[in-house]
């Protein structure tokens, strides 16, 4: 090899490595401060922003997608995943399954979707004003739940008025590909709800959006 030829390939390695040198140091620091489903607070460069899946803030940084516990965020082409006050911990990383159950209403304007408690079928109401899943004894004693074993004696509040019940926590609460796992629940003395109520201890987990009458339920990642 000719020192010509030599010396322009040591210029050219110079280069490339002056080139690589200088995208490292300008890569931007990027923190995790708080997650939320679809959502995140991130801190690049000392600027705090609030991202959306999607969406790319300061430097170029892009949200990809988030949960409660995780981020993965792409920086300069390159997706990691992230958690809060954390930094990078995995170059590669699928971003986390987003699960969703439309259910459309019924004619009465109710929305009511099949699932199951602890593997055993069940029709659900969907009531955003109810704090938990709410059932009747005679439903749980279908479904082979002890409440009164299990159960912590409690008075709630219905429609009707005060009402006894039993505070538990359901091992599983399924709708469509979503399943959650320790959900709290009360069953009522008597005949209670005539439908089991999906109640906020298990949508509350989750992401509820309207399109048109249709509502929707997004569940991202494990839950």
Not at 153 to 177: F, H, I, M, Y
Not at 182 to 197: M, W
Request: positive net charge.
């Amino acid at each position: 090899m000719s020192l010509g030829r030599r010396g322009r390939l040591l210029a050219c390695g110079l280069a490339v490595a002056g080139a690589l040198a200088w995208q490292a140091a300008a890569a931007p620091q990027v923190r995790v401060l708080a997650l939320f489903p679809g959502k995140a607070l991130v801190e690049v460069d000392g600027e705090r922003r609030l991202l959306r899946a999607g969406e790319t803030g300061p430097g170029g940084v892009r949200l990809v997608a988030a949960d409660a516990r995780r981020a993965v965020i792409e920086v300069g082409g390159r997706r990691a995943e992230y958690t809060v006050g954390g930094g990078p911990v995995g170059a590669r990383y699928a971003p986390p399954r987003e699960v969703e159950v439309r259910i459309a209403p019924d004619a009465r304007g109710m929305y009511r979707v099949p699932g199951t408690i602890n593997g055993q079928p069940v029709d659900f109401l969907v009531d955003t004003g109810a704090t938990f899943v709410s059932l009747a004894g005679a439903q749980a004693r279908a479904l082979g739940i002890l409440y009164r074993a299990v159960g912590d004696p409690v008075v709630v509040r219905t429609a009707s008025g005060l009402a006894r019940a039993w505070r538990l926590k359901l091992d599983e609460v399924q709708v469509g590909g979503i399943r959650l796992r320790s959900v709290d629940a009360v069953v009522l003395e008597g005949q209670g709800p005539a439908h089991v109520l999906l109640g906020n201890s298990f949508l509350s987990r989750l992401h509820l959006e309207r399109e048109g009458p249709v509502l929707v339920l997004r569940m991202t990642g494990a839950r």
